[in-house]
Structure formats: structure tokens, C-alpha cells
């Protein structure tokens, strides 16, 4: 119980809660309509499982 109290916890918490977060975060902007750079951004984002591989982009040259 003490680990929870000093704040043990709640740092292991931030800790798994930062993965989730910027994967939410990078699909919100795609959302968005921010797009890869270039197609070795956009087939990290898809091995990584932020986008699926048909999505088509303006930037990108599929």
C-alpha cells in the first residue's frame, strides 16, 4: 500500500499512459489532416499500426 501513496503508482501510471497518448495524439492529427512527410514516415506509421495501408495521401507517391 505505501507504493501507492508516494506516488509510486501514479508514476508507473505516466509512464504506461505516455505509449497510449502519443498514439492517440499521432492518429488525432492525422485525423486532422496532417500528413507524412514522406513514404518512410508513412511506412513506419503503418508498421507501428497508426494508419492502415491503403490510406491515400496527397504527399505520398503509393
Known amino acids: 500500500m505505501g ?12 509512464i504506461i499512459f505516455a505509449f497510449f497518448y502519443n498514439k492517440l495524439y499521432t492518429t488525432d ?10 513514404q518512410n514516415v508513412y511506412n513506419a506509421l503503418i508498421d507501428k499500426g497508426y494508419l492502415t495501408s491503403g490510406r491515400k495521401f496527397t504527399t505520398i507517391e503509393n
Open 3 to 14: 507504493v501507492w501513496t508516494w506516488g509510486g503508482g501514479l508514476f508507473l501510471f505516466n
Open 29 to 38: 492529427l492525422i485525423d486532422s489532416g496532417y500528413e507524412p512527410v514522406d
